[in-house]
Each structure stands twice: as C-alpha cells, then as structure tokens.
C-alpha cells in the first residue's frame, strides 16, 4: 500500500514571496504523483503531474514540482505567490496498476497582502 | 477538456430518507469513476470505485447497502445514500479517469455534493 504525508499543515506566506509545499511518499510499486488545489467549497482542479519522464514538472498557474526518487518527493513550489493562490493544496499519489489515488492530508496555503 | 459535472450541488434531507447524486463526464468517456467523501478540514477518503457495467468496488468499511453505486453508462456514474442520518452528512466529491495507461490514469474530479441530513 502507498501513503502520502504534507508535512505541512498550514503555509502563511506574503504576496510575492516564493512558496514551497512538501510532500513525501510511500511505495513499494511504481507511483504516479499528482498535485491537486481545492478551492473552498469546490471540488479539486489538477495542478500537474508526474507520469514519467522529466522530473522537473510545470503545472497551471505558474506551479512546478519535481520528483525525487531517492528522497520520494514531490515538493511543490511558485517562485512569486498571489492572493489567489490562496486555498489547500492536496498531494496524491496512485499506483501505475490501479489507479487508485491515496491524498495528503492537505496543506492550507494562505497568501497575505 | 475532462470537465466532470455534480448534481446536485447542494442537498439537505431529512434523517430516514434516500439522496441520489450524480457524476457526469462532459466531455469525454470514463472508463472508470471513483467516489470520495470529504469531512471538514479533512482530506479526501476513497469510498468506492466504480467501472462501468460491473459491480462498484467498496473501500474497507464502506457499506455496500448504505451507500449504492451505479455506472450505467461511461459517462454518468450516480451514488445513493440509503436511510440517512445525521453521520452522513459530508462533501461527496467524485472523479473520473480516461484509462489506466499514462496519461490517461489521471482522475478529473467533479464540484462535489454537500449534503446536509437533518
């Protein structure tokens, strides 16, 4: 079985400061590794994603993560933040196999004036 | 492109009756849909997977019977709550995925489903 930890559980930031979100992981298998945000009150709108290939990825909204194999992480970061960005941001993580996605805990990012 | 569609948004019912909520794929066919619940400040847990024209797939300590799953079709995938109570109540948030090979076994969720059992 697979198993996704945030190791943050809120992120304060200021408006245009650089932002990093963390996430480890647990498998045994081949992963697939996905960043989700999720807006209040909404379901969850796919950041990116790590199928294979390039380790470094860009997402939406100017969001990158990279995959790290030997240290299984899937960190998340945005040079400049906005008050937009402004919501809970969930990691997950699913088996090549099945598909089933298993979530972080979640991370609430809240952007400051 | 892969919008998935909830409907409805918004329900509250009474404690004792049954709420059916349903999960579209817009704009494309899913193979496969998963439903999740949400309690507040809480992340997503896994309840069901559901393909279409076969039996759901229950996460361990999901009832079957309380919470009934049907795919008719490859795009629309509709779950029940049975006989609610007041524990039910919860964000239900469903997904659907094109495959299961690469880019495919990527899951577009729906809005999600507020239910309120009084």
């Known amino acids: 079985a697979q198993s996704v930890t945030q190791l943050d559980s809120q992120v304060p930031v200021f408006e245009e400061a650089p932002v990093e979100l963390r996430c480890n992981y647990s498998?045994?298998?081949?992963?697939?590794l996905f960043w989700y945000v999720q807006y209040p009150n909404q379901g969850l709108q796919l950041l990116l994603k790590y199928l294979s290939g390039s380790t470094l990825v860009k997402g939406i909204n100017g969001f990158e993560a990279e995959f790290n194999k030997s240290q299984t992480s899937f960190h998340l970061r945005k040079p400049s933040v906005h008050i937009s960005d402004t919501a809970e941001y969930f990691c997950?993580?699913?088996?090549?196999?099945?598909?089933?996605?298993?979530f972080g805990q979640g991370t609430i990012l809240t952007v400051h004036p | 492109g892969a919008v998935v569609s909830q409907h409805p948004s918004w329900v509250i019912c009474k404690s004792g009756t049954s709420v059916k909520i349903e999960c579209r794929s817009l704009d494309f066919q899913a193979t496969t849909m998963f439903w999740y619940r949400q309690f507040p400040k809480q992340s997503l847990m896994l309840m069901a997977t559901?393909?279409?024209?076969?039996?759901?797939?229950?996460e361990q300590g999901v009832e079957k019977d309380k919470f009934l799953i049907n795919h008719a079709s490859l795009t629309l995938s509709t779950l029940t709550v049975t006989s609610a109570h007041p524990e039910d109540s919860s964000f239900y948030i469903c997904?659907?995925?094109?495959?299961?090979?690469?880019?495919?076994?990527?899951?577009?969720f729906g809005p999600g489903t507020r239910l309120t059992v009084l």
């Open positions: 997904s659907a995925r094109l495959g299961t090979s690469g880019s495919l076994n990527t899951q577009y």
């Open positions: 997950a993580v699913s088996t090549t196999l099945y598909g089933k996605l298993t």
């Open positions: 559901s393909n279409e024209g076969s039996k759901a797939t229950y």
């Open positions: 498998s045994s298998v081949s992963v697939y």
